[in-house]
């Protein structure tokens, strides 16, 4: 009988102890799947730029010169030649608000044609979902917080926006008859694929 008690006793404690062992290896598996997902959600521009480095670490990603113009809280940081993004060239300027970076835009100056624009709309439609109207008198307050009467209100047009998941807006705008731009905005700021090139966007 102490025999049939003890085996009973060692199949129970064997499988207690198989219990918590899975209870644990699931515990692993979904705390390591959570911090999957928390890194997924960070915003991560080209070449791992990220939301509040300053100048030199940005300037470190960019194998390009690039140029630095500054005013008393904000200052700007622009490519000295066009970088690529998708399947065209844009001038690239990065946006600081007192050494971290709050803003980015890409500004297409050539090759700016009604089937390139739609192009881009349903890149960026494949990075971050379906896109809305934006407010032009939005896009003009964000950057008049850098350069002050850079963009006129009434040539913003076509202007669309999107979210990321870690709160990043992202818009394309015309800005002139002939040339756009996509503009991204840091979270604080605001107080892939479907077989297109979505490299840089």
Request: a negative charge.
């Amino acid at each position: 009988m102490k025999r049939i008690q003890a085996f009973i006793f060692l199949c129970c404690l064997a499988f207690a102890l198989s219990v918590n062992g899975a209870a644990a290896e699931n515990e692993n598996r979904a705390s390591i799947r959570d911090m999957m997902m928390t890194e997924k959600k960070a915003f991560s521009f080209r070449n791992g730029v990220a939301w509040g480095m300053n100048p030199q670490q940005v300037s470190l990603t960019e194998e390009i010169p690039m140029e630095k113009r500054s005013s008393p809280d904000w200052s700007v940081m622009i490519t000295a030649e066009p970088v690529k993004v998708s399947r065209y060239t844009a001038d690239l300027v990065y946006m600081f608000y007192q050494d971290a970076l709050r803003m980015i835009t890409y500004e297409f100056r050539t090759d700016c044609t009604t089937l390139n624009y739609q192009y881009l709309t349903g890149a960026l439609c494949s990075v971050y979902g379906e896109g809305s109207e934006a407010s032009p008198t939005e896009i003009k307050r964000w950057m008049d917080l850098v350069y002050q009467d850079y963009y006129q209100e009434e040539r913003i047009r076509q202007a669309l926006e999107w979210t990321s998941e870690d709160g990043t807006r992202i818009f394309l705008y015309y800005f002139t008859e002939t040339t756009y731009a996509i503009l991204y905005v840091c979270p604080a700021s605001n107080g892939g694929g479907g077989g297109y090139e979505t490299n840089g966007l």
